[in-house]
């Protein structure tokens, strides 16, 4: 279907890949929780846009690039490690949305979140090489351009489906959370502890 090989076992694996929580799944709860579903959505869009910035980059041959630059993808990868360890800390020590009054969540535009979860996204130089052994397995050696095309389509749709989940089911479960203070303010602990796990395994991951 759509020139693409074992198509069940494709959209099987983009699933999981989606289902496994990741910064990006933090991001887009943290932002639903604190501002609500135009700022979940915000985050999705900003999730969608990295991991499409990272299938072109496969693509067009840039995890090759950076095979061949070792060091370049060392830096990035420090840089992204960084960046997510810093995040992490940040939700460790600033005021959590539950240590506001019941209906006073804080209003950020979405756009600051898009830009938040783009860079989370940005963050993980290795998500490329996914794309770069994933699309391989599935397409036949004589297959149209298209069949790209249609992998990278089915890759956002899947995954627009399943973060949009995340942001109603983050909006309704944080609705229920806004007379629990505590349990919010354990949550964003949690994630930034969360967050400052993914950095430190993203560093010192060997290749």
Known sequence: MFDIQNYA???????VFQ???????????????????GAGFGAVAGTLAGDFVY??????????????????????????????????IR???APAAGDMAVGERRKQSGWVYFRRAFTVGMANPKVI???LML???FLRADAPKTAIGAMMFHVTSISFVYQA???????????????????????????GLALVGFGVRLALNDR
């Not at 420090?78 to 992490?88: I, K, Q």
């Not at 229920?176 to 994630?191: H, M, N, Q």
């Open 135 to 137: 699309f391989p397995l």
């Open 91 to 93: 939700w460790l020590r």
């Open 129 to 131: 090489l996914f794309f």
């Open 55 to 88: 299938m072109a980059g496969a693509v067009l041959g840039l995890a090759a690039v950076m095979e061949t630059h070792v060091p370049v993808f060392e830096g990035l990868r420090w840089l992204g490690a960084a960046y997510l360890c810093g995040m992490g």
């Open 9 to 15: 076992s494709f959209v099987a694996v983009i699933v």
């Open 165 to 191: 989940g995340l942001v109603l089911v983050g909006n309704a479960a944080a609705r229920r959370l806004e007379g629990f203070p505590g349990a919010r303010r354990l949550a964003t602990r949690l994630a």
């Open 19 to 37: 289902v496994v929580p990741g910064p990006g799944t933090l991001v887009i709860l943290s932002a639903t929780a604190r501002s609500g579903i």
